[in-house]
């Protein structure tokens, strides 16, 4: 292998782009610093194919859409493992991924035990990745060569595993389920986040009522608002659990609250400002989506059950993982399927032609069988 590319300059994105053979397969990753960052930025990517390797310093780089003409869908075949992450941190930047293939998703429908990309390198190429940079810092500069070398590890066998995986894939004739997960993962990471309150992120946060509720919303706008200024993740201001005392706690004075270990990076003011926030505002109402009615949630329930038997046989007589029968996400959104026709399984996101051509009908009756027992 050659000596990997070090990418920091426009001029130097182009050539990449003209020497990569439309014909290959190019692993591609990209690395963020979301456990450092209140917002997480695009730090580096990593592209690797053939004679080709090359680690692009994206926060030296204004723009990147040089690389579009690789990366979208008339580009080379792109190898990531397990797309969602990169497609939403390339996207920040301006860039669309198109024809991948993605190793997490394969490993899944092809029924590997262990899916994480460092237990596959390990078991076919014998390969181990030095887990000490899984949560490196990658907005940090300079890196060290061993960190180079991670991220060069990181992409190098992802063309060679696709290889393997598709080998197999052909063979039981799952290529195009695979596909259509993995458009169906790309299309969910660009969708918009929902915006939730910070309290709501928060383990066991709805077990609370009252006086400790309205402490653990306060404390919870607090952090979210200093880890913003400080520009952190919330947990290194202070940690959920901590929080979660905190309120149980049901503290309405500083004193109470100092008592509380782990509130240090909160400065006497912001505690006051939570107590007095807690006590004015008191506990959150809820814009709550009413539930279904009983007989829906009866009729949902008995479908989601047939579709998982049904779908646990077909696997079994196809020798095929049941996800490549029906994933999770389109079992639950069949069983909610009102008009029992084509048109409406069609339209379930991620269910494809294939499955629609080879099912249809099959899974229409599986839902009139269970509407009707």
């Avoid at 991948?100 to 490993?107: I, K, L």
């Avoid at 939730?196 to 928060?202: L, S």
């Amino acid at each position: 292998m050659s000596v990997p590319a070090w990418i920091d300059s426009p001029g130097a994105l182009t050539p990449i782009v003209s020497r990569v053979d439309p014909d290959l397969r190019l692993g591609v990753d990209a690395e963020g610093d979301g456990l450092y960052r209140y917002r997480s930025r695009l730090c580096m990517m990593q592209i690797c194919g053939g004679e080709l390797e090359a680690l692009i310093d994206t926060l030296a780089l204004d723009d990147l859409t040089p690389l579009q003409p690789l990366l979208g869908e008339d580009g080379p075949l792109k190898v990531l493992h397990d797309v969602s992450f990169d497609a939403k941190m390339l996207d920040q930047r301006g860039l669309s991924l198109g024809r991948v293939f993605d190793t997490a998703v394969a490993a899944r429908f092809l029924g590997e035990k262990s899916t994480g990309l460092a237990a596959l390198l390990e078991k076919y190429f014998e390969v181990q990745l030095d887990k000490k940079h899984q949560q490196a810092d990658w907005g940090e500069r300079p890196l060290d060569e061993d960190q180079k070398r991670y991220l060069v590890e990181d992409v190098r066998y992802l063309p060679e595993l696709a290889k393997l995986f598709e080998a197999r894939a052909a063979e039981l004739d799952v290529l195009e389920e695979i596909d259509e997960e993995t458009r169906y993962a790309m299309r969910r990471a660009l969708e918009p986040e929902v915006e939730r309150e910070p309290w709501t992120r928060i383990k066991g946060a709805r077990d609370l009522s009252g006086h400790a509720l309205a402490v653990l919303v306060a404390l919870a706008n607090v952090r979210e608002r200093e880890a913003a200024q400080q520009d952190v993740p919330p947990f290194r201001v202070t940690g959920n659990r901590v929080l979660f005392e905190a309120a149980r706690r049901r503290p309405r004075t500083l004193a109470q609250l100092r008592k509380i270990r782990g509130l240090r990076q909160l400065d006497d003011a912001q505690l006051l400002d939570a107590l007095e926030a807690a006590e004015r505002d008191g506990v959150p109402q809820e814009d709550a989506t009413p539930p279904p009615p009983a007989e829906e949630r009866a009729q949902r329930k008995a479908r989601e059950k047939a579709l998982t038997e049904w779908r646990k046989k077909e696997a079994a007589e196809r020798g095929v993982d049941v996800q490549v029968v029906l994933p999770g996400h389109c079992l639950r959104d069949v069983a909610k399927i009102e008009q029992l026709e084509d048109e409406a399984l069609a339209s379930v996101d991620g269910f494809g032609k294939k499955r629609l051509a080879r099912y249809g009908s099959t899974l229409l009756d599986v839902l009139r069988a269970a509407d009707a027992a």
